[in-house]
Nanobody, 125 residues
């Protein structure tokens, strides 16, 4: 059983920054990974995704230039640096692991078979 655990969420003022972390057991260095978020009453969306090596990344248009996804395979850890946060980005943020098929960032992708409980990010105005 692959365990995925997110951390780093919290309350931040608009314009502030947070860094989310995600650790995953198993063959982490072979998984494509992604950060997804879901706000109450809204659909889940792919925020940022990264290939197993870190050589390829994808960002939602709404976060380009403000968020950075990265990974440290030696530490089995995925990161999401979030800068210039906006109130509308208040959501539960989830880390998900995709063992096969490479990078993808569609929240409905069936390849993301492992995910954690999420970490809450609240951005106050």
């Amino acid at each position: 059983e692959v365990q995925v655990v997110e951390s780093g969420g919290g309350l931040v003022q608009a314009g502030g920054s947070l860094r989310l972390s995600c650790t995953a057991s198993g063959l982490f260095n072979t998984y494509a990974m992604g950060w997804f978020r879901q706000a109450p009453g809204k659909e889940r969306e792919g925020v940022a995704c990264i290939s197993w090596s870190g050589g390829r990344t994808y960002y939602a248009d709404s976060v380009k230039g403000r968020f950075t996804i990265s990974r440290d395979n030696a530490k089995n850890t995925l990161y999401l640096q979030m800068n210039s946060l906006k109130p509308e980005e208040t959501a539960m943020y989830y880390c998900r692991a995709r063992p096969y098929g490479g990078i993808a960032c569609n929240p409905g992708d069936s390849g993301y078979v492992y995910w954690g409980q999420g970490t809450q990010v609240t951005v106050s105005s």
